[in-house]
């Protein structure tokens, strides 16, 4: 993941807000992914963004997508002790076969 | 299967020795990648299968890795003389074709190399 980058921890408390951050180098990005690793599990896609839009909510989940900063967060409501994961950011690139990973970032919610 | 099926789950080799690692993708996605997971170190590109097209092996790390995918389906993952530094998780995941970004992952196989 040397194209993107994350904080590699997080805690919050449950029912409070979780926001976990992501940076990227590529401006020829077209899509932003969300992804989340359970323990013992692969990752599965949570949410997605596409690059000409600056925020994406679905339910519990807020996306946000600063492009100009290459900036994107990904913000939990009402967090809770299922959400503990961790949690990895990607990027597809133009003419890339694969999606780009952060390195993720293992957020843990205390009860 | 309903899913990405990974084999071994779980894999303990000395050094030198050469280790197979097989996925079986979900039955109609074209497209299938080779990750490696290593501590702090994210996600990293192995490899790439789109149908009958030649794979994208960009991301291998040494000509110690090598992978084929036999008939569009199953794929294996060869490590030859493995070292220490090859220990790490291989995930396995599979999609509709290029361009989607919904990839659909396997638990992984947990390699360590003593």
């Known amino acids: 993941g040397e194209d993107v980058e994350q904080s590699l921890f997080l805690s919050v408390r449950e029912g409070d807000s979780s926001v976990i951050n992501c940076t990227y180098t590529d401006s020829s990005s077209t899509y932003l992914y969300w992804y989340k690793q359970e323990p013992g599990a692969g990752l599965q896609l949570l949410t997605y963004i596409f690059s000409n839009m600056d925020m994406k909510q679905d339910q519990r989940l807020t996306v946000l997508l600063n492009k100009k900063d290459k900036h994107l967060s990904l913000r939990i409501a009402d967090t809770q002790t299922g959400d503990s994961a961790i949690y990895f950011c990607a990027e597809s690139k133009t003419g890339a076969n694969n999606l780009f990973f952060g390195t993720g970032t293992r957020l843990t919610v205390i009860p | 299967g309903a899913g990405v099926s990974q084999s071994p789950s779980n894999k303990v080799t000395e050094k030198g020795k050469d280790v197979e690692l097989r996925c079986d993708p979900i039955?109609?996605?074209?497209?299938l990648y080779w990750y490696r997971q290593s501590l702090g170190q994210g996600l990293e590109f192995l490899i790439y299968f789109q149908g009958n097209s030649a794979p994208d092996k960009s991301g291998l790390p040494s000509d110690r890795f090598s992978a084929e995918r036999t008939g569009g389906s199953v794929s294996t993952l060869t490590i030859q003389r493995t070292q220490q530094e090859d220990s790490a998780v291989y995930l396995c995941?599979?999609?509709f074709g290029q361009g989607s970004g919904e990839l659909f992952f396997g638990e992984g196989s947990r390699l360590t190399v003593l």
């Open positions: 995941a599979s999609s």
């Open positions: 039955s109609g996605h074209t497209a």
